[in-house]
């Protein structure tokens, strides 16, 4: 067992969370910060679900990318998904820690391994950091010589796992420069555009954030959002049990994608 604080202090040194967007909600959430953790479970969004299987398992500390609470409530009731997930974890003892945009932005993080994954080379931040120039938003990096659009795409799909992505612009360009953005990646199509880069990859896009890449020259690849961030939470989980050894940490089970491809 370690103590709360000695658990949420190795958190953030994983996903800083100075490095959280200003609106964000992150750190301690949920619970008192005098318990002891033995047992954590990490997940990308705290759903009913997901709350049951954390009662069931015995957990002390939920770690979710997804912050929950994340706007102010004037009430927590059953009357709503939101209120019976908190309702459950506060009477189970159960805590909630997020670490949100610190852990996209982070270095080491889920931008950082995304770039790791499809392998980019000479990878920087879109938006780098001020205090430490290796963490910041986005990243951007060179695809490998030859590697196209399609390319691009088919080797993000099988890397995270997902039977279909969807693409924007020529897929049969080169990738060149590409821009990443986990989760939801358009409110940063101009940054990705300033930065150099002629492709975007990303979790989702909105039509007209579709739209603007294009008008812009940018090609997009759009993973889906679950898939773009929901591995990094097993690594997350991986790096915590290995700083402090003896803490159980296992990823969720029941966090899976709510969207599905069907065959029609």
Request: charge should be negative.
């Amino acid at each position: 067992m370690y103590p709360l604080a000695r658990v949420t202090a190795e958190l953030e040194s994983l996903a800083p969370l100075r490095l959280a967007a200003d609106w964000d909600a992150v750190g301690l959430l949920v619970g008192s910060r005098r318990p002891s953790i033995a047992r954590v479970m990490t997940c990308l969004t705290l759903t009913p679900a997901v709350a049951d299987e954390a009662v069931g398992k015995q957990v002390d500390l939920v770690v979710t990318h997804h912050p929950l609470p994340f706007h102010p409530v004037a009430r927590v009731t059953a009357d709503t998904a939101p209120g019976r997930v908190l309702l459950t974890l506060v009477g189970a003892g159960i805590g909630v820690w997020s670490g949100h945009t610190a852990w996209d932005s982070a270095a080491g993080g889920i931008n950082d391994q995304l770039a790791t994954l499809v392998q980019l080379e000479h990878v920087t931040p879109i938006i780098p950091d001020a205090v430490s120039p290796l963490a910041g938003t986005g990243r951007a990096g060179a695809a490998a010589a030859g590697m196209t659009v399609r390319d691009l795409a088919r080797k993000a799909g099988v890397a995270l796992g997902v039977a279909a992505v969807q693409v924007s612009g020529p897929a049969d360009r080169q990738a060149g420069r590409v821009g990443i953005v986990c989760g939801s990646g358009g409110d940063l199509v101009a940054q990705v555009a300033k930065a150099g880069c002629h492709t975007l990859l990303t979790g989702e896009l909105k039509l007209h954030d579709a739209l603007a890449a294009e008008a812009v020259g940018l090609a997009a690849i759009a993973v889906g959002h679950h898939a773009s961030e929901r591995f990094a939470m097993d690594v997350l989980g991986r790096r915590l049990a290995e700083a402090l050894p003896g803490l159980h940490c296992h990823a969720s089970a029941a966090d899976t994608d709510p969207l599905a491809w069907q065959a029609i």
